[in-house]
């Protein structure tokens, strides 16, 4: 039996959630609501205060960046009524003088979003005085799509913290390596959503040309332009009530991303031709195979979009980093291309898991479609692989036939990190910078270590 989530108890503390962005809201009430623990939200900083002058609230949550009075100024403020009501402040925008100005005033903590929701509740419990060693809970009840492979630890994580969000109306960021099935992640978040019964609108911004791309995300009347023979609807009204699926985020020209960003912000946009604004209610999840953060470096994609993109990020691992997926994706391809007949022989099964797939599904995918077409027969044998497949494999070293040098060097990582954990208490983003990593890199590398039996988390 799956655990179930305790039920708030009239000593469960309440948590006043503050943020004029409506996905982040969304996220920390789903979140801290799934942990057991009763919310309020609301999105202003005037608003908070009126609550904590009329209700008993245990902790506040607030955004630093809103409209009116802003989160350092509720912070102050609230401390002139509650000096000692424990107060977390979160932003997009990581500014160092703020955190500092925060953390005089008496802020707990000063987060940096995306939030890790591990941290988060780390800080909840420990300020509230709950028990800082209770588990993360998330929402077992939720079972995968039949097609959908997860036997890796690293999937399996994926899908949890997929349960968590999925309900929230937040926006989400998709990341990854081209092939790893970011699509697929994107219609389990749809599936798993209360706009499941509305429509799932997928949009291939690369596939498009920037000239149409326009055309085809906000529609246009007719016209408006050489060709535009007929009014058309664009892909966001055709999303309302439902999900739109922006893949390849980062392909978007400057001047479409600012007219996303308005989309992002209020639901708002004109079609091309028309001065009359429209509407839509439409959960925007977004993916990209480059790291945004350097796009956002060097000029190509906008800081402020990029922001409100990216209210959560789930990366998805390149498959040599879950191997334990590849022959249970291997035998379900097969599976479907052969109508079951073809099975792979032990020499196969062998060279599929020892090789590195740097175009990960579709290229193992590319692979079952040749070896099956090939084979003839009901056993797919290794000459049936593609060359570069038998090669790569034939190179690869399993972990126990690692040289010494290359052992050491993971012994050597390996303590490097857990003396960097235990020395910043734990905390992830402190121990990231202390390594001079990114923290997306360091949670993958703790995921490993706690797969491996290492105690990676604060007791």
Not at 82 to 102: E, G, K, N, S, Y
Not at 119 to 133: C, N
């Amino acid at each position: 039996m799956p655990p179930e989530t305790p039920k708030p108890s009239a000593t469960t503390p309440r948590i006043l959630i503050v943020d004029d962005d409506a996905g982040q809201r969304s996220l920390l009430n789903t979140f801290l609501t799934s942990q057991g623990l009763k919310t309020v939200v609301v999105d202003s900083g005037e608003r908070a205060l009126e609550v904590l002058r009329s209700e008993e609230i245990a902790m506040m949550i607030s955004d630093v960046r809103m409209p009116g009075i802003s989160g350092l100024d509720t912070l102050r403020l609230a401390r002139q009524e509650h000096a000692r009501l424990p107060i977390l402040l979160v932003t997009a925008f990581t500014d160092v003088r703020d955190a500092v100005h925060a953390i005089r005033d008496g802020a707990v903590d000063y987060l940096a979003k995306p939030i890790d929701l591990d941290q988060l509740l780390a800080l909840v419990r420990q300020a509230t005085g709950l028990s800082r060693t209770a588990p993360l809970k998330f929402n077992d009840n939720r079972q995968l799509p039949p097609r959908v492979i997860a036997q890796s630890p690293l999937m399996q994580a994926i899908f949890r913290d997929t349960s968590l969000i999925a309900p929230s109306e937040s926006r989400v960021l998709i990341t990854g390596e081209s092939g790893v099935g970011k699509e697929v992640l994107a219609e389990v978040i749809h599936a798993w959503s209360p706009r499941a019964a509305g429509p799932l609108v997928k949009v291939n911004c690369a596939a498009i040309p920037e000239t149409l791309l326009e055309s085809e995300l906000f529609g246009h009347e007719k016209g408006s332009f050489t060709g535009a023979v007929a009014q058309r609807i664009g892909r966001f009204e055709t999303a309302n009530g439902g999900t739109i699926f922006l893949d390849e985020i980062a392909e978007m020209s400057p001047q479409l991303q600012a007219k996303l960003l308005r989309v992002a912000q209020d639901g708002r946009f004109q079609r091309i031709g028309s001065n009359t604004e429209i509407h839509v209610n439409a959960r925007i999840l977004a993916a990209t195979n480059r790291n945004l953060e350097e796009e956002v470096k060097a000029g190509r994609f906008r800081e402020d979009l990029f922001y409100r993109l990216n209210v959560v990020e789930l990366n998805i691992p390149p498959l040599r980093e879950r191997r334990e997926d590849i022959l249970p994706l291997a035998t379900q391809i097969l599976g479907d291309l052969t109508k079951g007949r073809a099975r792979l022989s032990q020499a196969v099964a062998e060279s599929l898991e020892r090789y590195s797939w740097p175009g990960n599904v579709r290229e193992l995918r590319n692979a079952m479609e040749r070896a099956a077409l090939l084979s003839g027969g009901e056993l797919i044998l290794p000459e049936h692989l593609p060359a570069r497949v038998r090669s790569g494999a034939a190179r690869a070293q399993t972990p126990d036939e690692m040289p010494a040098d290359a052992r050491r060097l993971e012994e050597v990582e390996r303590t490097a990190v857990l003396e960097a954990l235990r020395k910043n208490d734990f905390n992830r983003t402190e121990t990231a910078k202390a390594l001079g990593i990114s923290r997306r890199a360091l949670l993958y590398k703790l995921q490993r270590l706690r797969e491996q039996g290492f105690e990676v988390d604060a007791v």
